[in-house]
């Protein structure tokens, strides 16, 4: 253990907790104001990349949405072969089936009615403070159980947090 760790022992002082907490206090600015120049560095480089290719994007619609009117518009051309093959890639049309639900409640109670449960996600899992709460209360849970204990927490003050 270097000078720089507390060694857990029964001989260590407030003092040395102190001093333990400052160099928390100390590591925790020292990362977030790396972490904040990432950011930063990642947030401009997003920036200019976005601001480079704005045009382009711009541009790309609009492509996209003329070559889509135009397939639409003509779709006898796209019958056999569906798609035109270029030197650039290939266009046309695609069979497109998409499932509109508009009440889950009605298809979900259709389908456990017609034994498609298989069809249905579900997901449960158990709040922890509510189950807390009932434990308190006295109410026993299986499978659940209240353990008590002690943790070393810590807490920094935000003004030590500012000085980034």
Known sequence: MTSK????????????????LGEIAAAKVAILREEAKREAQVQR????????????RTQLLAL???LAQFVLAHPDLFRKPRMRKTTHGR???QSSTRTVISSAD????????NGM??????SAKPIGKAVTKK???????????????EIAKYELDPAVLEEL
């Not at 009605?106 to 009615?113: I, T």
């Not at 434990?135 to 204990?149: N, S, T």
Request: proline share 3%; with cysteine.
């Open 117 to 122: 449960e298989g069809a249905i996600k579900r």
């Open 45 to 56: 480089a997003l920036d200019a990349c976005d601001q480079a290719t704005a045009d382009k």
């Open 5 to 20: 760790h507390l060694a857990v022992t029964h001989e260590t002082t407030v003092e040395d907790a102190d001093r333990v």
């Open 91 to 93: 266009y046309g049309l």
């Open 135 to 149: 434990l308190k209360a006295g109410e026993e849970i299986p499978g659940a159980e209240l353990v008590p204990g």
């Open 106 to 113: 009605k298809v979900v109670a259709w389908l456990e009615a």
């Open 64 to 66: 996209e949405g003329r």
